[in-house]
Structure formats: C-alpha cells, structure tokens
C-alpha cells in the first residue's frame, strides 16, 4: 500500500501541485507585463449606450464609439439613437459636456405609392431596389423617386420602415436617424433631417412640372408658392421646392395649411403617415 | 489556327436557344424607311463621353452635317439623319430605362444632303487617313456595345494584332439584321472588311457566320477571295456572336480575364460595322442609318428595314403595319441581351439590332424557386464562371465574394438563367453585382 503511495500518487502529486504552482507563476508574469489597459470607462459608456451597433455615427459600433467618446473625439451627443436623457447620463458620469444634439430622422422624400404614381407593368424580376433600377429603370414611371421594393425596410436595424403600397414610410417614432437606409436606397430618395423637423418635400423629381405631373400625381411642380410664402423657410432648386433645415425656425403644420400645395408634395409627416397607412379615400388636389 | 479543313467551328459551353423566331424575317429583303417627320438622334448614344451638341435650336440643317461633336478620343460625332431644322435639346425616354437627351431634327420633307465628303482611295492611304475619316463619320460598333470604332482600331504599340474577325454570327434569336445585310451588300460588308485589315495591318480577315445562314455563306464565299478575307462557317449556337466566344471558336485562342480580345491578338468587329466603315471611307457618307430587324410573333409584318438613327420605334412598328395582340413586352435588341422597355417613343440609336415585341405568353413570369444544384448553368456559361453559386453570393449580397469568383468577366449574355431549371433571376443578380462592384471600386 505504502509503495503504491510514495512510487505512484506521491510523484504524480509534486509534479502536478509543481506544475500548477510554475503555470501560476507564469500567469501571474504575464497578467502583471504584458497586460492590456482598457479603461473602465469605455466599458462604463458603452453599456449606456443602446447597443444597436447601428454605425449611425460613422464608428465602427457601440464600443467603438464609446472609446472615441473616452478618448474626447466625439461628443457624447453624437450618437444618433440615444435619448436626450440618456446622452446627459453619459455626459455626467464621464464628467463633460454632452455635446449638440445631433438626433435626426430619415424621410423618404418621395410620396408616389402605388395610387398616385404611373407603374411600369410587367417587371418580374428580383424584389430588391438596386437591381430593379437595372431593368429599364426600375418599375415606376419616376426616374427619381422610390422603388418601394423595400431594400431599405430590410436593412434597417430598428424596423422603422413600412412599405406601404409601394412606397417606403418612415415611422419617425421608430427611426432613430443612424442612416443606414439612406447608404442602401439606390435613387438617393431617402434624407436625414433634423428630428425636429415635421414638414417635409415628399418629391424628390428635378425635372420640369409637366414632366412630373405625366408620371406622378403628388409630384412637387415647382409652383414656388410654398417659397412665396416664407423665403426663410422654403427654397427652391431648379423645378424641385425644398424645405431649408437648417434655418433658424422650421415650418409647422400651420404653415402647411395657409400655403395649401397644390399637389399635396408638402405634408407634415403625421400627415403623410395618416395619407400612406389608413386614409385610402385621400385625393390629392386635382389642378386648381 | 483552328481553321485548316472546312470544319463548322464553335466555343465551349453556350446553349441552342429552341424555336429562335429568325423565320419571321430571314427572308425578307430590307426595305428603306420613308422620310419620318422627326428625328431624335440621343447625345449619349456610344460607350464613352457624350459628344457636344454643335447646333442650336432653330438651326437649319442638312442631312449628314454633323450635329454634335466628339468630345475627347472615346467619344464619336453625330450628323443629321435628314434635312429640316433643330427642335432643340429634348429628353426623351433612353433605351436604358432611364430619360435621355437627344437632339430633335423636325424633317423639311426634302432630305437634301450636304456634298459627301470624297472618296478615299484606301489601297494607297496611310492608316491614319482613314482613321481620320472613320472617327470623322462617327462610326461606332454596331452589334451592339456601340464602343467608337476608331478607338478600337487604334490598338496601343505594344499590341501585336495579328488577327482581325468579323461578327456574321448573329446568334441572337429573332434578329436577321446583319444576316439580310451579307446577303444584299456582300461585296461593301467584304470591301470593308479589307479596310479594316489595311487599318490593322492584319492579313488573316476571317467573318464567322452561323450555319443556318447558308445563303449568306455561299453568297460571301465565292467572292470574298478577290477581298482576302475568309469565310468560316460556325455552329448555331449561343452567344456564338460574343467577341471572346468567337476568338476562342475561330483561333482556339483564350482572352484571360479580364483582358481584352487585344490581348490574345485580336480584334472583333460587326459585318454592319464594316458596312459603315465601307460607306464613311469609299462613300464618304457618316452613320446616320443602319438596318434593324422589327420582328416578334405580334407584329403583323415583321420585316427588316433600312431605318434613320433617331426614328421614334413607335414609328417603326406603325411601318411594320402595327401589332395584333397586345404586346407582352419591348425589347430593343435580341431576347437574350437586349434591354426591356417602357416607353414606345425610345428613339433607335446606332446599336440598335432590333425591335422584339414578345407576346403576352413569351413575356410570362414563371416565378422563381431555390438554387437546386444542379450545374446546369456551370455548363452552359461560355464564359466558364459558376452562375449558381454567384447567384447565392449575391443574394446575401458578398459582393466580395463574387469578385472573387470573377462575376466581372461575366458577358450577361443570359445562357445560366436560360437553362435554369429553377428560373432563378442569375442575370439580374449577376448585373446587380457587377454595378455595385464597379460603384464601389469608383468611390474609393
């Protein structure tokens, strides 16, 4: 028995204790010199942040942009989903300034749905917008304007696009403004503005009004009474009104109702999201 | 050199398109279009640069005075399809799908012609004479890429071009074109042939014609030796007609990915373009027309016919008596390569082989199914890529992946989605990567 104990379990029990004390010691070197800082705060910031690793930022993600938040390259307030409240939470417990605000929305700058737009018949091809545009322009009359295939309602990480007949609607709610339908929409239809913003130009056609008006019911003719109206407010560019963003005061829906669009292109986005999901019986303006 | 017995010649891979509809029109002569009230000639109707515009609205002009001008060497010139004034600057549908500029000609009804310019006696020319004068017509290739025809006979030095091969193939269904072409201009297709040769420098000048054109073939062959060009007969097949097919079917020669057909010593050009090249250098007149195959089973008299580049198509199916079911769908070009429409006021431009109305039961969707892998398309790609797996790659959109496996050499010719028993959408997948490849590596 006991020469089983000191020829077999005794060595086997020095050598293994010896071994682990000797990996022990090893870890412990490695742990103590080749340690890698990471700071408790990045940790700290990116659990504040949502973690939707949206890149709405233009950083690689959550924790990417919580390390450029540490590091001071960009102001908490740069993320573009989080809450007001939840950028002040950030900007207190790293002890700075939270930053403008740069919360913002995409709009599909386009409102020629299925109803109001001249269709193509007869595409049968991929439902996906970017090689629609391949096949003789895509299935709309519009050169221009939304595909309604849905490529940006299937990117976005937030599920804040519809399609509702054939038009991409952004349900502001949902949109948190990180931009990645604006990179997959392949007309360029879809802008982000700031979240404060309720009326929109839901056209996005250059071309002369008689030309929009031979494919698009709601198309923007370019009548400038909106531009009329208030110059501080409303642009417009070649054939195509614009609402100017970054003025010091934007339109409001009362604005909307004394300028009264002949088409209906200017909306507030209630108005559009009402007209889109439950209002089948809207007209727009005939020609007045 | 494949050729050394009298052999039908063909490539590997491609497929035999069934019931190809070329009846309807092969034996119809061509027929000259009447006088069109207007004419809308598109800016940006070749590979390249857009030309400039040289006329104003209210201009009066003649027919084949020049209209815009080539801006920069891959660019060509346009000239007046008839004599009127100039409507102006005008968007019109393009044949992309997408609105075109174009030039409006309203016809005066008395298409006078400015003096052709003088014949050159090309025997005894330099090279860079009648380059000069190819480049000065505005001529562009005509099966259908419509890349300008002087840059393309103007290889860089260090190319050695030994060979130089006409198209005669027209492996396209429907279209009869180029076919009615060699059989009623045989010796300006085989005179012009010869001065492309004198361009190039290049003693071996074949034209490969497909076998179903045998009238074409006896009518070339027994005067294309006073021309020293050579007639080589090859297999119904398609895309027997692609330039790399082609070369690889005549020479046994292989262009590697992503070269061009330069590189394996050739060059490859249309019979029409060598029609037009006969026309612009012993003629002295610049491509203002072309012959285009109006065809497809609802067309009450498909026919061939001698059209003005700028003629609304409209107008073309109005000669050609009109339809007699309701079309299922447009396409300028063949089935297989040619580019649906949506509007009938597209104007015909240079490349224009044909207008193909399908029926309502051709133009049918079958719907798509799952990649069942069966290979079917492995096989038939001329170009030796593996549609089906592209096809996926691209659905979950690894472009990067695809570029891998060379989607860029891909012709489109459509030979995967014609045999794919799933009828998945390969070409359209396959274009959608190749724009999206191409979008990317321009932006960085």
Same mark, same amino acid.
């Given at each position: 028995?006991?020469?089983?104990?000191?020829?077999?379990?005794?060595?086997?029990?020095?050598?293994?204790?010896?071994?682990?004390?000797?990996?022990?010691?090893?870890?412990?070197?490695?742990?103590?010199?080749?340690?890698?800082?990471?700071?408790?705060?990045?940790?700290?910031?990116?659990?504040?942040?949502?973690?939707?690793?949206?890149?709405?930022?233009?950083?690689?993600?959550?924790?990417?942009?919580?390390?450029?938040?540490?590091?001071?390259?960009?102001?908490?307030?740069?993320?573009?989903?989080?809450?007001?409240?939840?950028?002040?939470?950030?900007?207190?417990?790293?002890?700075?300034?939270?930053?403008?605000?740069?919360?913002?929305?995409?709009?599909?700058?386009?409102?020629?749905?299925?109803?109001?737009?001249?269709?193509?018949?007869?595409?049968?091809?991929?439902?996906?917008?970017?090689?629609?545009?391949?096949?003789?322009?895509?299935?709309?009359?519009?050169?221009?304007?939304?595909?309604?295939?849905?490529?940006?309602?299937?990117?976005?990480?937030?599920?804040?696009?519809?399609?509702?007949?054939?038009?991409?609607?952004?349900?502001?709610?949902?949109?948190?403004?990180?931009?990645?339908?604006?990179?997959?929409?392949?007309?360029?239809?879809?802008?982000?503005?700031?979240?404060?913003?309720?009326?929109?130009?839901?056209?996005?056609?250059?071309?002369?009004?008689?030309?929009?008006?031979?494919?698009?019911?709601?198309?923007?003719?370019?009548?400038?009474?909106?531009?009329?109206?208030?110059?501080?407010?409303?642009?417009?560019?070649?054939?195509?009104?614009?609402?100017?963003?970054?003025?010091?005061?934007?339109?409001?829906?009362?604005?909307?109702?004394?300028?009264?669009?002949?088409?209906?292109?200017?909306?507030?986005?209630?108005?559009?999201?009402?007209?889109?999901?439950?209002?089948?019986?809207?007209?727009?303006?005939?020609?007045? | 050199?494949?050729?050394?017995?009298?052999?039908?010649?063909?490539?590997?891979?491609?497929?035999?398109?069934?019931?190809?509809?070329?009846?309807?029109?092969?034996?119809?002569?061509?027929?000259?279009?009447?006088?069109?009230?207007?004419?809308?000639?598109?800016?940006?109707?070749?590979?390249?640069?857009?030309?400039?515009?040289?006329?104003?609205?209210?201009?009066?002009?003649?027919?084949?005075?020049?209209?815009?001008?080539?801006?920069?060497?891959?660019?060509?010139?346009?000239?007046?399809?008839?004599?009127?004034?100039?409507?102006?600057?005008?968007?019109?549908?393009?044949?992309?799908?997408?609105?075109?500029?174009?030039?409006?000609?309203?016809?005066?009804?008395?298409?006078?012609?400015?003096?052709?310019?003088?014949?050159?006696?090309?025997?005894?020319?330099?090279?860079?004479?009648?380059?000069?004068?190819?480049?000065?017509?505005?001529?562009?290739?005509?099966?259908?890429?419509?890349?300008?025809?002087?840059?393309?006979?103007?290889?860089?030095?260090?190319?050695?071009?030994?060979?130089?091969?006409?198209?005669?193939?027209?492996?396209?269904?429907?279209?009869?074109?180029?076919?009615?072409?060699?059989?009623?201009?045989?010796?300006?297709?085989?005179?012009?042939?010869?001065?492309?040769?004198?361009?190039?420098?290049?003693?071996?000048?074949?034209?490969?014609?497909?076998?179903?054109?045998?009238?074409?073939?006896?009518?070339?062959?027994?005067?294309?030796?006073?021309?020293?060009?050579?007639?080589?007969?090859?297999?119904?097949?398609?895309?027997?007609?692609?330039?790399?097919?082609?070369?690889?079917?005549?020479?046994? =020669?292989?262009?590697?990915?992503?070269?061009?057909?330069?590189?394996?010593?050739?060059?490859?050009?249309?019979?029409?373009?060598?029609?037009?090249?006969?026309?612009?250098?012993?003629?002295?007149?610049?491509?203002?027309?072309?012959?285009?195959?109006?065809?497809?089973?609802?067309?009450?008299?498909?026919?061939?016919?001698?059209?003005?580049?700028?003629?609304?198509?409209?107008?073309?199916?109005?000669?050609?008596?009109?339809?007699?079911?309701?079309?299922?769908?447009?396409?300028?070009?063949?089935?297989?390569?040619?580019?649906?429409?949506?509007?009938?006021?597209?104007?015909?431009?240079?490349?224009?082989?044909?207008?193909?109305?399908?029926?309502?039961?051709?133009?049918?969707?079958?719907?798509?199914?799952?990649?069942?892998?069966?290979?079917?398309?492995?096989?038939?790609?001329?170009?030796?890529?593996?549609?089906?797996?592209?096809?996926?790659?691209?659905?979950?959109?690894?472009?990067?992946?695809?570029?891998?496996?060379?989607?860029?050499?891909?012709?489109?010719?459509?030979?995967?989605?014609?045999?794919?028993?799933?009828? =998945?959408?390969?070409?359209?997948?396959?274009?959608?990567?190749?724009?999206?490849? =191409?979008?990317?590596?321009?932006?960085?």
């Amino acid at each position: 028995m006991s020469e089983i104990f000191s020829s077999i379990i005794l060595p086997a029990v020095i050598f293994m204790g010896g071994l682990g004390v000797l990996l022990g010691v090893v870890i412990g070197v490695f742990a103590k010199y080749f340690k890698v800082d990471s700071d408790p705060r990045v940790e700290l910031v990116t659990e504040l942040l949502p973690g939707a690793n949206c890149g709405g930022c233009g950083k690689a993600g959550c924790s990417d942009f919580a390390k450029s938040v540490v590091d001071g390259e960009n102001p908490p307030g740069k993320c573009p989903v989080s809450s007001p409240e939840q950028v002040s939470s950030i900007a207190r417990a790293l002890g700075i300034d939270a930053g403008e605000s740069f919360a913002r929305r995409a709009v599909v700058c386009c409102g020629g749905d299925v109803e109001q737009m001249v269709r193509t018949p007869n595409y049968n091809g991929v439902l996906d917008c970017a090689s629609a545009v391949l096949v003789a322009g895509g299935p709309k009359g519009c050169s221009y304007g939304c595909i309604g295939m849905g490529s940006c309602a299937r990117k976005c990480p937030f599920g804040a696009i519809e399609i509702i007949n054939n038009l991409a609607v952004v349900h502001s709610e949902l949109c948190v403004g990180c931009g990645t339908c604006v990179a997959v929409c392949p007309r360029g239809v879809i802008k982000l503005v700031p979240a404060e913003a309720e009326v929109h130009v839901y056209c996005n056609n250059p071309d002369k009004g008689p030309d929009k008006r031979k494919v698009c019911k709601v198309s923007c003719l370019g009548c400038r009474k909106c531009e009329r109206y208030s110059a501080e407010k409303f642009g417009t560019s070649g054939f195509l009104a614009s609402v100017k963003y970054d003025a010091a005061e934007l339109p409001t829906a009362a604005d909307v109702e004394a300028i009264g669009c002949p088409t209906g292109a200017l909306l507030t986005a209630k108005r559009h999201l009402e007209i889109e999901t439950n209002n089948p019986e809207f007209a727009p303006n005939e020609d007045k | 050199m494949k050729i050394n017995n009298n052999a039908v010649l063909s490539f590997k891979g491609g497929i035999h398109p069934s019931g190809n509809g070329k009846d309807l029109t092969s034996a119809k002569a061509v027929q000259t279009a009447p006088l069109m009230e207007r004419y809308f000639v598109l800016l940006g109707q070749n590979a390249g640069k857009a030309p400039e515009p040289v006329v104003n609205k209210g201009d009066v002009v003649k027919k084949y005075q020049l209209i815009a001008q080539a801006s920069g060497f891959v660019s060509a010139n346009l000239h007046a399809p008839t004599s009127g004034t100039v409507g102006g600057l005008v968007t019109v549908p393009g044949p992309m799908g997408v609105p075109a500029q174009a030039i409006e000609i309203v016809s005066d009804n008395l298409d006078e012609a400015v003096e052709p310019m003088e014949s050159i006696d090309w025997r005894n020319s330099d090279s860079k004479t009648i380059l000069d004068r190819i480049a000065r017509c505005g001529l562009v290739g005509m099966g259908g890429a419509s890349f300008p025809t002087h840059v393309k006979l103007s290889p860089p030095p260090d190319k050695v071009i030994d060979t130089l091969i006409f198209n005669g193939a027209e492996c396209e269904p429907y279209l009869t074109a180029d076919h009615r072409l060699m059989v009623e201009a045989p010796r300006k297709v085989l005179e012009g042939a010869a001065i492309v040769g004198k361009i190039l420098g290049v003693e071996n000048i074949f034209i490969g014609i497909e076998v179903n054109k045998a009238d074409a073939i006896t009518e070339l062959q027994t005067i294309a030796d006073g021309y020293g060009v050579k007639i080589v007969p090859l297999q119904v097949q398609y895309p027997q007609g692609s330039e790399k097919q082609l070369i690889d079917a005549i020479t046994g =020669r292989e262009v590697r990915s992503g070269g061009l057909p330069m590189d394996a010593g050739c060059v490859v050009q249309n019979v029409g373009t060598a029609k037009a090249v006969y026309d612009a250098v012993v003629g002295g007149i610049p491509l203002i027309e072309r012959v285009v195959t109006v065809t497809g089973e609802v067309v009450a008299e498909p026919g061939n016919w001698l059209l003005r580049i700028g003629t609304p198509v409209m107008k073309v199916i109005e000669l050609a008596k009109g339809v007699t079911d309701d079309p299922g769908k447009l396409i300028l070009g063949g089935p297989m390569m040619g580019f649906a429409q949506k509007s009938y006021d597209v104007p015909v431009s240079k490349n224009t082989s044909g207008i193909l109305l399908l029926s309502k039961a051709d133009a049918v969707n079958y719907g798509s199914g799952s990649c069942i892998r069966c290979g079917r398309c492995v096989s038939a790609c001329p170009m030796h890529l593996v549609p089906c797996l592209l096809g996926c790659a691209i659905e979950s959109e690894r472009y990067d992946l695809a570029a891998q496996n060379h989607v860029m050499d891909c012709l489109e010719c459509g030979a995967c989605a014609y045999v794919c028993p799933a009828h =998945r959408p390969l070409i359209q997948h396959l274009r959608r990567a190749k724009s999206e490849i =191409r979008r990317r590596s321009q932006k960085k």
